[in-house]
Every structure is written in structure tokens, then in C-alpha cells.
């Protein structure tokens, strides 16, 4: 195990890197897709049609470096989730495991977004090209993906952020006060074994809800949907103690005379 004095500063170094990840990968599903990338070669009249994508190597190799992108990203952050890949990486890192996965999650998301290949000339499945689509259409989607990192955010802060990032781990640690999954009640770790994806609904109205929806962005947006579908297992018990939580923590926060600091409160 190592000193103590050496988990703090670890443990803050994946999260500074989950934290950058995560602003650049606001940028890369949100903001170059409403407010414009790369200019088209041709312009729109360049695409080609379905059929004859298929048989276009311009559109095709690219599409396979995409995918073969995203499979890196899902095959890392399935197996490193999984309980044997967990139990070692808690034998030889201890409490830091959290933050490794961590660590080692934003490292291939950073390489989807940086080594990821546009297809300007690709078909497109929608369009907002002739007025007022081409200009109320992209204003909408970019109130909508506004209102679902919002969204997001606030989930993250409700299902204890600093437990996702893997800093509470470290802190509990260094004061000696244990695991802080002990803690759970049981029906939170029932909650957190069939979610591990809480912001399932926001994150697919990101990657769906754009104003032009091209070749690159529809491999991403079916193959991110099928890993969010299939990673989620939740049932009324699960909804109704969500619905519970959620119910406490609003009431918490309306309650200002008595502080903040219960209002952020995480599950239990």
C-alpha cells in the first residue's frame, strides 16, 4: 500500500484528467456538432447515398477507425468494471483502484475524441438545410443539450461525485474510517449493481439531438446506445428509492436556514 501522502496527490490527478475529459468530451458531443466543424469537401451535394457508401473505402476506413475507437472505450471500461479485474486491481493498488478505473476510462475517451475521424462526404440520416429548419432547429437542440448536462451534473452530485471520481475512497482512507460503499444502505447497493450509468436518458438525448446527423455521429450515437441499454438493469424497487432519495434531498435543500452542506448529501 502506499504512504498516505502519496494516495491525496494520485487520487487528485485522476480526477483532474476525469474532470478535463469530461469538459473536452462536452465539447466534442455538444459544441462542434451545433456550432459547426470541419467545412464539407463540396458542401452537402459532395454526399453519397447509403448504397454507395458501402462500397466507398473514403467512407468506410474511417468508419472502421471510429469503431474500432469506440470498441477500445467500451472494451475498457466494461472490463475494468468487471469483479476480477476490481478484486485485482484492489489487491495491488488498495484504495486507489477507483481512481485508476478512473484514470484509465477519461485515457480512452481522450483518444475517441482526439484520434476521431470525421466523414464529411458520408450520408446523412437528417438534415436541417432549408429555412426556418436551418435556423430553429439547431437553436432547440442546443437549448436541449444545455438542459441535459444540467442534468447531468445535478445526477452526478446526487449520486455522491466524489465516490464516482474515486476521492472519497482516498479520504476515508487516510482517516482511517474504511470503505465508504460500508456505509450504503443495502437498497443503494442494490441501486449502484443494476445502474452504472446514471445519466442513461440525458446522454442519449446528447448524441441523438443534433441538427445534422452524419455517418461518424450515427456509429456513435447506436454503438453509445447499445452499451447505455445494455448496462442498465433497473426495477420499481430501484425507481422507487430513487423517487425516495430524490424526495429527501429536495427537501433538504429547502430547508436553507439549516445549511447547504446536507442538501449535496449522496445516497444512503
Known amino acids: 500500500m502506499a ?19 469530461g469538459v473536452e468530451f462536452v465539447r466534442f458531443t455538444s459544441l462542434r456538432p451545433l456550432l459547426g466543424g470541419a467545412p464539407e469537401p463540396g458542401g452537402p451535394d459532395a454526399r ?16 472502421a477507425w471510429d469503431l474500432g475507437l469506440l470498441l477500445l472505450f467500451v472494451g475498457q471500461h466494461s472490463l475494468m468494471a468487471t469483479e476480477i479485474v476490481k478484486a485485482w486491481m484492489s489487491r495491488y493498488f488498495g484504495v ?6 478512473v484514470a484509465c476510462t477519461a485515457l480512452a475517451l481522450q483518444l475517441v475524441m482526439r484520434y476521431w475521424e470525421p466523414v464529411p462526404r458520408g450520408p446523412v ?20 443539450h444545455v438542459i441535459s448536462w444540467l442534468l447531468i451534473f445535478s445526477i452526478l452530485l446526487v449520486f455522491d461525485y466524489a465516490e464516482l471520481m474515486g476521492l472519497k475512497q482516498v479520504y476515508y482512507h487516510v482517516l482511517g474510517l474504511g470503505e465508504p460503499l460500508a456505509l450504503k444502505s ?38 453509445l446506445t447499445l452499451y447505455l441499454g445494455l448496462a442498465h438493469g433497473l426495477d420499481q424497487q430501484d425507481l422507487r428509492y ?6 429527501r434531498k429536495l427537501h433538504l435543500l429547502s430547508r436553507p436556514q439549516e445549511g447547504a452542506g446536507p442538501g449535496l448529501c449522496p445516497l444512503t
Do not use: K, N
Not at 494516495?7 to 485522476?14: C, D, E, N, R
Not at 486507489?96 to 478505473?101: E, H
Not at 440520416?125 to 429555412?131: F, Q
Open 3 to 21: 504512504p498516505a501522502l502519496l494516495l491525496i496527490p494520485a487520487a487528485l490527478a485522476s480526477f483532474i484528467l476525469a474532470f478535463g475529459t
Open 48 to 63: 453519397q447515398g447509403w448504397l454507395a457508401a458501402v462500397q466507398d473505402r473514403s467512407i468506410l476506413v474511417p468508419l
Open 96 to 101: 486507489l483502484q477507483r481512481s485508476l478505473y
Open 125 to 144: 440520416l437528417w438534415e436541417a438545410r432549408a429555412e426556418p429548419w436551418a435556423t430553429w432547429v439547431p437553436l432547440l437542440c442546443f437549448v436541449l
Open 186 to 223: 443495502p437498497r443503494a447497493l442494490r441501486l449502484f449493481s443494476h445502474l452504472r450509468h446514471p445519466v442513461c436518458v440525458e446522454l442519449l438525448m446528447v448524441l441523438w439531438v443534433v441538427p445534422t446527423l452524419g455517418t461518424d455521429r450515427l456509429l456513435l450515437a447506436l454503438l
Open 242 to 247: 430513487l423517487r425516495a432519495q430524490l424526495q
